[in-house]
């Protein structure tokens, strides 16, 4: 009985760590989209609070703020405003990557970021 209860403890704390580590987002994260043909290059600078994530988004429209944003388990949103628009940001957390789905002017894109090597 000791035996089963000491095994359900010990997974359940590696849960949570490994719920805590996949969640780490903060730093700088790169990626590309393909906007009309064009490659164009993505840089976000997060960090969060909690359940919340800020930062800072980079494109060659310039550097904007991250609005609204939340992470729940592995999920991210969070907002940008491009050009006088919102693009809303949903992405999915891995251990190093996130899947993004930016959706700008009504047009979903898809990319993968990589954590930066430089920080």
Known sequence: MN????N???????GVLFCLILADVNGKWSGN???NGSNIP????????????????????????IKDGKIEKDVLTFKVDLNGETATHTGRIFAD????KITYQGTDFMTTLKRSKTQ
Do not use: R
């Open 3 to 6: 035996t089963k209860l000491f």
């Open 42 to 65: 993505l840089t976000y600078n997060f960090k969060t609070d909690g359940d919340k994530i800020i930062g800072t988004s980079e494109t060659p429209l310039g550097t904007s703020e």
């Open 97 to 100: 990557s996130i899947n993004l």
């Open 33 to 35: 989209i393909d906007y």
């Open 8 to 14: 359900s403890f010990v997974l359940a704390i590696c």
